[in-house]
């Protein structure tokens, strides 16, 4: 069975202080493993994709990177507007159809 | 603007007394899918659609139906609504169901009691 798991599970920043958020995964056949950005009350926004180990993506002050067993996204010097729950997920081949699996998250408050 | 439409956004509604949650998309899509999220548990999916009139069941499909008669909408159907279903439910869209990430829809908080 795939498992996602996010840590911290919450995270409490200054205004500038960057920092890094996991997400370490266990899967059969990776297909892609998405970060997405949830506002109190909204739905998911989708932020990035990572395919293979090695591969980085970067939007703004987010840098997403990915290894076998987990991806980290980077947030250098956040702005209190990053604040924000992120969430996880990875696609793998799993009882015959793609199927796509979501951690819990990281709920991000960045402080003025 | 593209987006992917759930209605109500709120809803409390007695146990037993069916209701359906409508979800559309204006990007012609492929694939839909409905998840529900209940803290501690993340986002589970219900059913997903990879075509018109093709539907199948994702991780918890118990007490749910849909139905993919259109492409763009997707409607999530309770025909016998119980506590145990209250939870934040949304609708999700993609071009193909399997590269890309998911356009979420804004929610749908539903209370059972």
């Known amino acids: 069975e795939d498992q996602v798991t996010q840590s911290p599970e919450a995270l409490r920043l200054q205004e500038g202080e960057s920092s890094s958020l996991n997400c370490s995964y266990t899967?059969?056949?990776?297909?892609?493993l998405f970060w997405y950005r949830q506002d109190p009350g909204k739905g998911p926004e989708f932020l990035f994709t990572?395919?293979?180990a090695g591969e980085e993506k970067e939007k703004e002050r987010l840098k997403a990177t990915l290894t076998k067993k987990e991806s980290f996204l980077h947030i250098t010097a956040p702005k209190p507007e990053d604040s924000a729950t992120y969430l996880c997920?990875?696609?793998?081949?799993?009882?015959?159809?793609?199927?796509?699996?979501f951690g819990t998250g990281t709920k991000l408050q960045v402080i003025p | 603007e593209a987006q992917v439409t759930q209605n109500p956004r709120y809803l409390i509604t007695v146990t037993g007394k069916k209701l359906t949650v409508t979800c559309s998309q204006n990007?012609?899509?492929?694939?839909m899918s409905w998840y529900r999220q209940d803290p501690g548990l993340g986002l589970r999916q219900i059913y997903y659609?990879?075509?018109?009139?093709?539907?199948d069941k994702g991780d918890v499909p118990e007490g749910y139906k849909v139905s993919r008669k259109e492409k763009r909408n997707f409607p999530l159907i309770l025909e016998s609504p119980s506590p145990n279903q209250t939870s934040l439910y949304f609708c999700?869209?993609?071009?193909?169901?399997?590269?890309?990430?998911?356009?979420f829809g804004s929610g749908t908080r539903l209370t059972v009691v």
């Open positions: 999700a869209s993609s071009l193909s169901g399997t590269t890309e990430g998911y356009t």
């Open positions: 899967v059969s056949g990776l297909r892609g």
């Open positions: 990572l395919y293979s």
């Open positions: 997920a990875v696609r793998s081949n799993s009882g015959g159809y793609q199927k796509v699996t």
């Open positions: 990007m012609n899509h492929e694939y």
């Open positions: 659609s990879m075509n018109v009139e093709v539907t």
